[in-house]
C-alpha cells in the first residue's frame, strides 16, 4: 500500500467536515481508486484543476488515508480465509498496539482489527489451505506469550460494495 501519510492530520483529531463534493469524490475514487482526475472531475462536476486540488486536500487533512490495489487472494494461491479472534493476557494488555502491529507484519494476515467486547483482536488471514491456517494460528497465536485465547471463523464469501472476491454460487435451474 503506498501510504500517502504518516499522521493525518485532522483525521486524528476527530471527524472532519465533508461538503457534498467531497463525498462525492470519496465516493467515486471508493469503487475506483485508479479513475483519472478527468473522469473524477467529470464525475463530481467540477474542473480537473478544483478535483485535483480537493483531493490533495483530502489526503492533506487525513480523510484518505492511502491508495492500494485489491488483490483476491483466491488469485494467488490463498483460497482459505479466516477471521481469528484474540484474546490476550490482562499482563500484555499495556502492549496491544506492539502486538497489532507484530501481527500486522505476517504474510498471511489482510487486516488486524482491535475491538471491544470479550476479545482484543479479529485477524484477517489468508492461507493456502487448511494446513497452513492451523500452522498460523500454532506458530503465530498459540505459541505467542500475549495470547490467552483464539477462536478462528472461516470465511466462505466476503462481498463489499461494488465488488466480489470470489466467484458468484452457481445454482442450478
Known sequence: ????SSVPKAAARGQVPLDKTDQRLLDELARDGRMTNSALAA???????????????????GVIRGFHADIDPHAVG???QAMIAVRVH????????????EMAALTEVENV??????DDYLIHVATADAG????????????????????????FDHVRPGH??????????
Open 43 to 61: 464525475a463530481a462536476g467540477i474542473a480537473p484543476s478544483t478535483c485535483l486540488g480537493r483531493v490533495r486536500a483530502l489526503v492533506e487533512r
Open 164 to 173: 466480489r472476491t470470489t466467484p458468484e454460487p452457481q445454482s442450478e435451474l
Open 1 to 4: 500500500m503506498e501510504k500517502v
Open 113 to 118: 482489527y482491535f475491538i471491544a467486547g470479550a
Open 90 to 101: 490482562a499482563a500484555a494488555r499495556g502492549r496491544l498496539a506492539e502486538f497489532g502491529e
Open 78 to 80: 490463498r483460497d482459505l
Open 132 to 155: 497452513g491456517l492451523r500452522a498460523f494460528v500454532l506458530d503465530h497465536l498459540s505459541a505467542h506469550p500475549a495470547v490467552t485465547s483464539t477462536e478462528t471463523i472461516l470465511i
